[in-house]
């Protein structure tokens, strides 16, 4: 069984059990969240359950393993015979989901 949900603007293809990053969501670490915005779900039999664009009722139980920041993402730019260098970096918030019990 699976599903497609989508948190932060992207969407995820989880099952239970499987360990998922997402975009930062709010709660502390050990802590457990709802994913609402359920997509599609294929059961076992290979049953498709499709929204339009949600499926009504559908959930995701997730527990939050941790709280994090990616690696620094440097971003370089330079213009040749203009004496032009610009250096900057990024760093994402993410956040790891344990993904528990799919509902329909």
């Known amino acids: 069984m699976y599903a497609v949900v989508e948190t932060g603007g992207k969407q995820y293809r989880v099952a239970p059990g499987q360990k998922v990053r997402v975009d930062r969501m709010e709660g502390d670490k050990g802590s457990e969240v709802t994913l609402d915005r359920v997509l599609v779900i294929v059961d076992d039999n290979h049953n498709l359950t499709a929204g339009n664009p949600t499926i009504a009722g559908a959930s995701i139980n997730a527990r939050i ?30 956040t790891t989901l344990h993904i528990g019990e799919i509902r329909k």
């Open 65 to 94: 393993l941790e709280q994090h920041r990616e690696r620094k993402i440097v971003v370089f730019k330079y213009a040749k015979r203009k004496r032009r260098r610009v250096k900057t970096g990024s760093r994402r918030y993410y």
